[in-house]
């Protein structure tokens, strides 16, 4: 499964944005999805997840209440919505695919394809 991820961008402190991570095949909707970022100078974090069918979400703490995952199945996409950015926020935000797993997980090594990543820069 190839992905690709859009939507990155410079946005204030407080501000918006929204990313999409688009797949190649529509086998993509029956896996669980995942965001995580990177930071300069700093691992690879998880961000967010939501299992193949939609229904079970996970957060990562920074981001809770703030960032919301979703999906549409139709577009063989999953999207990450971010609001009340933060300039700790800034990093570059890759999209992955657990391959064969329905359910969400936190560690990277959980997922099997990535996008190629989209730059997100919060300014203060």
């Known amino acids: 499964v190839q992905l690709q991820a859009f939507g990155g961008g410079l946005v204030q402190a407080g501000g918006s944005l929204g990313l999409s991570c688009a797949a190649s095949e529509s086998t993509f909707n029956r896996y669980a999805k995942g965001w995580f970022r990177q930071a300069p100078g700093k691992e690879r974090e998880f961000v967010a997840a939501i299992n193949a069918i939609g229904t079970m979400t996970s957060y990562a703490d920074s981001v809770k209440g703030r960032f919301t995952i979703f999906r549409d199945n139709a577009k063989n996409t999953v999207y990450l919505q971010m609001n009340s950015l933060k300039p700790e926020d800034t990093a570059v935000y890759y999209c992955?695919?657990?391959?064969?797993?329905?359910?969400?997980?936190?560690?990277?090594?959980?997922?099997?394809?990535w996008g190629q990543g989209t730059l997100v820069t919060v300014s203060s």
């Open positions: 992955a695919v657990r391959k064969g797993r329905l359910s969400v997980a936190t560690s990277r090594n959980e997922y099997d394809s």
